[in-house]
């Protein structure tokens, strides 16, 4: 196996390649659409944590982001980032970092309940903008959607604060991720709609002119093509895609931005096994279940011109230690496999899989800094 | 639920705490034990990666120890360990560093194919000790503890070597890792010794008289009282155990050194779930599948006089996002529970919970390093 076009990086151990070119191609898909819909585009982080890719973002017209901790809004705000959601339940423990950062910065936050709202308002230094979590059916955070009065409570509530400002309704529809179709997404992203519309007219009859619709996942965000009827999008994980969304079919495999170079360090005939050195501390420890029941850790990527293509079928990842990954392969693969080569494995999870290395590598051979945070 | 010892610590965001007192007494029974078998302890790194948690095992009488990169022994070795066994295939592209640290350490390697042992002969630029890696039934890496005249051959490729010291076998029965009993544990061990035994006489009749045997799993080290007939032991989760090694059989779940503190910041009646912050990105994914066949990602730790003790069965957590944990709890105990309080969650395979952290909080507030390479 060979012909990939990053053989001249001259990697040494389990290394994150960055397609920078997929990545953009990514990022300026979702931005037309935004555009052309007339809707924010406030891209979650949490996906690259990277304040050089955020920065790419910019030459899309973004301005705003979406953050998963207090401590990743201090590391983008102090890359320049002024208009910050944290899509996260509020941490009590962090309300030093929560004013620090409202000082200087627009600090978007989300609350579900009457006692989070008091304590900002007893704690906050300084205004906050709030939006109320709604769970339109994925049931993690988030007031139940059914719940109409308890949230008109809560707007109220907020409304009557002079530190908390309302800006409206935030939902992330991540069951979502259980669809196998556009078809799926589609109803799933319609469903939730409907139910954000109906409190929307809810709390225009109450008088609260002023609320605006945000919504999240990267499955809806990759596949309706034209959003109407809302004012942000913020999904993430399309900047870097993955087996999973592959699945669930937000993306194709050439899409898929990220790929870890793994050492090849074994063969055995017997169970045909190529040992990897690439385990879960390289790709992290989501899997797929495929349809034959089988658990799949990642993908050997076909070569391609540029950097990598689509997942061999015939060479899966079936299990994974810390350090290393198993392959299974057979026939002339088996045969063209050399150890001391270097293979790309796709993620499943590329949130997870970026969180286990310090930086990308570029296939031009430059060091992207992460975060993780 | 509080009266938890770390209370004062302060802590704001999901941390790994450390019970240094459990850990040293951890070790302290598997070295004692080494001691009294008079088998050399060569603990494995990988699990603290830390060059201070490594030190205290000196205390014990230790000198040589196990990681499973290149770049973890060069970080102990510049921590002033000088014996060092990488118990991971060879990876070619990482020659340099080998040539770097066996000039200045004994560096002991590990080979299962004439491949290998060809490419050090060429490429070493000082002397390596060698062991034979055998399969002796996980499947993982390794010759086939069957293939006699492989090893065989092997043994004298090394011995014709003026570069390559042979120094025996090396053997992981990671298989021990599905055993549900001590019973079961213990037939692993001793099967796995019938096999290299016999790979021992069979190599002592072609003139290998000096042939030392080392294995490593923490199942069968914290299980097996005597040591006999082997040379060395590594095993390395023993040192923190987690809830992976409670169901093997390992440990009880009071001997279990870490858990990470996270922050309570939802409670939803609704599905009787309390959000925790702390998901794949504090705990790692691991999951345990419990007797009821759900899986679970980890449990509350009961209260106790210092840290924590068991867990609590009815507080698992049921799912996990990269930030997101979700704790399934119902009666008095959802009720005790308050946002903004800190629970101390049990790991469930501790090597991969630890990756996902730069440093240990000691419970009197104490911070230590992590390497994480």
Redesign the interface.
Known sequence: MSGYSFDHLE???PTLLLDRGKALRNIAKIAGRAQASGVRFRPHT?THQSAEIAAWFRDFGVSAITV??L?MAAYFAAAGWNDITVA???????ID?INTLSERIFLNLIV??R??IN?LDTKLAYPVRIWIKVDVGY???GV?WEKHEKIRALAGRIDASAKLQFIGLLAHA?HSYHARSHEEIIGTYNESLQRLWRIKEMLAGEGFERCEISVGDTPCCSVVERFEGIDEIRPGNFVFYDLKQSQIGSNTEEEIAVAVAC?V??K?R??N?V?L?GG??HL???SLVEADGGSVFGYLAAPAEQGWGAAVRAAPIV?L????G?MRVDGELFEEIK??G?LPILPVHA??TA??HGHYLTLDGELIERFNG
């Open positions: 990697i040494e151990v949490k998963s901790s401590d996260f339940p509020v941490n009590y423990r962090e970092k579900d309940s006692e989070t304590f049931g993690r955070v139940h991540g050492p360090v074994g055995y017997d169970g096994r040992v050195y879960g501390a992290g420890r989501d299990s230690s810390q350090e290393h198993i150890i001391g270097l949130c997870m969180m286990m």
